[in-house]
């Protein structure tokens, strides 16, 4: 009788926590004050609204600027093709770099909410700043009268240089925390909310798309049309509407804890195994040491399963006779539990696939830089209405908002009943997908480029530096192409780096997604230089010149497809390498 009570008795305790495990969140999860939270009122799709608005309004701000920043860089401060397009990749590569700076403050010390409120006022200022530059008269070079151009001043540059690189900071701290917080608000072990989070991706970007839109639309029109004063000041409000959308969503937000500097636990798994170099690494991981509860030894991360890959950094794991005698583990530049040797690991094995991401983004940065400057030498007159050369990036992201639903609604159920899979292709095929587009792109921006050197010799227009009568919607294909690769790669890519990253990490493995695009931009400018200093030497215009009728625009897209394509075959092999994190 009393084992039977007995039994009832465990039944009623496991039937009380499996409907706890229901109620509350089981990531680790907390609200705004540290307590556990609810699963019904907190989180899930009631807290994205807010995250989402606000980055819908930060990207508008951001590319509000970026879209049309080479045209006021060569209209307004008079600078010259190659010089512009250097400076708006160099400075949008910093806008990349920039955020392993917001990604280790978020997860060592402030936590991704606080970081992203730091660096939002960092951000305004920075877009003030570039107001000002652009409206007082004192602060901008006088307009061109003919073909006299009088250059910026020193003081004018280094005004217009501080706004542009502090919206670099802020952007910095923010973009690497934002999608991150979003996708916390799901929890990782409900198999619902997985589900859901995977979808949130895909509306995370279709809300920056919406905020690049506008921008390249309605913003560059008003640059061009009313003033860049008015034109850079639109944008800097709806910076401060993004703060505004962010801060109104506290309650219903779930917060990680930050878990650390994740660069100290790294460096202390380097120390610990390099001491530990001459002890053999035992057969069996189960030894290694880890701590003895359910918990992680990292504040805010699950434990990890050990990996036979990578062995020599197991070492670090490993208990000594002397800590086995003392039962003194407390020195983490000694021994180190198998959950952050893990982490370390995770970081090695993602670095093949991380890397393919640069050539990729170097294809992404011409769109805001040789695509504009392609663009301003056709027809861009329907009538009477003038269509600025880049208002063109609005079909890139016409292009994202309508692949982004039919990714979402349409192929991914489709896939799912192929493949299995609960997001229809995994993050590594969807990848995989964007890279081959994005040759595709390269390929069609070089044969209207082509096109367009024919009609420009055919009607004698080479050495002349005007328009050529080809109509600027004949561009339309190769931004169509790259939003359909953005879709594919750069979505994935957010997948991937916060579901394979370990979880004290999310932040920074989201920068390093990131700084994938900061490492394109400066690859662009790299190539950019080279090129221009191979192809201009014997007194060659080069395939660049500020006349584009008497260049080869065409020789540069076609190596860039190239390039593409070889990143391509790189990339296949490194994933087919790849194994996948497992949670212990």
């Not at 219903?252 to 636990?265: A, M, V």
């Not at 690769?485 to 957010?494: R, Y």
Request: proline share 4%; with cysteine; hydrophobic share 45%.
């Amino acid at each position: 009788m009393g084992s039977t009570e007995n039994d009832l008795s465990l039944a009623e305790e496991a039937l009380l926590q499996d409907e706890e495990r229901k109620q509350y969140t089981g990531d680790g999860s907390v609200d705004f004050k540290g307590r556990r939270v609810l699963k019904q009122n907190t989180g899930n799709w009631k807290a994205c609204p807010f995250i989402l608005g606000n980055e819908c309004c930060e990207r508008l701000a951001y590319y509000g600027i970026a879209t049309n920043l080479v045209t006021y860089l060569t209209q307004k401060l008079h600078q010259g093709n190659v010089s512009a397009a250097r400076n708006v990749t160099t400075w949008q590569g910093t806008c990349y770099l920039t955020p392993l700076i917001g990604a280790v403050l978020a997860d060592a010390y402030w936590g991704r909410y606080w970081t992203i409120a730091a660096f939002s006022t960092i951000y305004v200022l920075g877009m003030g700043t570039l107001t000002l530059s652009a409206s007082v008269p004192a602060l901008k070079p006088a307009e061109c009268l003919g073909t006299s151009c009088p250059a910026a001043t020193p003081a004018q540059y280094a005004v217009f240089f501080f706004g542009l690189y502090l919206i670099a900071l802020g952007t910095g701290g923010i973009k690497p925390c934002v999608s991150s917080f979003g996708a916390d608000q799901f929890d990782d072990t409900d198999a619902e909310e997985r589900i859901k989070k995977g979808s949130f991706f895909n509306w995370f970007y279709f809300s920056i798309n919406i905020g690049a839109f506008v921008s390249s639309t309605f913003i560059v029109w008003i640059q061009e049309n009313a003033g860049w004063g008015l034109g850079f000041g639109i944008p800097a409000l709806f910076m401060a509407l993004a703060i505004g959308s962010f801060f109104l969503g506290t309650p219903l937000y779930r917060f990680q804890k930050p878990g650390g500097s994740p660069i100290t636990r790294m460096c202390q798994v380097v120390v610990a195994s390099v001491r530990k170099r001459n002890l053999v690494i035992p057969e069996d991981s189960s030894v290694l040491y880890e701590t003895p509860d359910n918990s992680s030894a990292i504040e805010g991360s699950r434990k990890l399963e050990h990996s036979d890959e990578l062995k020599y950094l197991d070492r670090a794991a490993i208990v000594s006779d002397a800590e086995g005698k003392t039962g003194d583990y407390s020195n983490k530049w000694r021994i180190c539990t198998v959950t952050q040797v893990e982490e370390l690991k995770i970081l090695i094995r993602m670095f093949p696939i991380w890397a393919t991401g640069i050539v990729f983004a170097a294809v992404y940065a011409q769109m805001s830089t040789l695509f504009v400057e392609q663009g301003t030498m056709m027809k861009t007159n329907i009538g009477s209405f003038r269509i600025p050369p880049a208002s063109l990036s609005s079909f890139d992201v016409i292009s994202v908002i309508f692949w982004v639903p039919v990714y979402d609604r349409v192929i991914v159920p489709i896939a799912r009943k192929f493949t299995g899979k609960e997001r229809g292709f995994s993050e590594l095929q969807r990848m995989g997908i964007g890279l081959f587009v994005s040759v595709l792109c390269m390929a069609a921006a070089a044969i209207v480029e082509i096109v367009r050197l024919q009609l420009a010799q055919e009607l004698d227009l080479v050495d002349e530096p005007v328009a050529v009568p080809l109509n600027i919607f004949w561009q339309v294909p190769q931004y169509f192409l790259l939003g359909a690769a953005e879709v594919f790669t750069f979505v994935g890519q957010l997948e991937f780096f916060y579901d394979q990253s370990p979880d004290a990490m999310r932040s920074l493995c989201s920068a390093l997604s990131l700084l994938t695009t900061s490492l394109g931009n400066y690859l662009s400018s790299f190539i950019l230089t080279v090129v221009t200093y191979l192809t201009t030497r014997g007194a060659n215009p080069g395939w660049i010149p500020d006349n584009l009728n008497k260049g080869h625009l065409d020789y540069f897209f076609w190596l860039l497809a190239g390039l593409s394509f070889l990143n391509m075959l790189v990339y296949v092999v490194a994933a087919k390498r790849y194994k996948q994190k497992r949670s212990a």
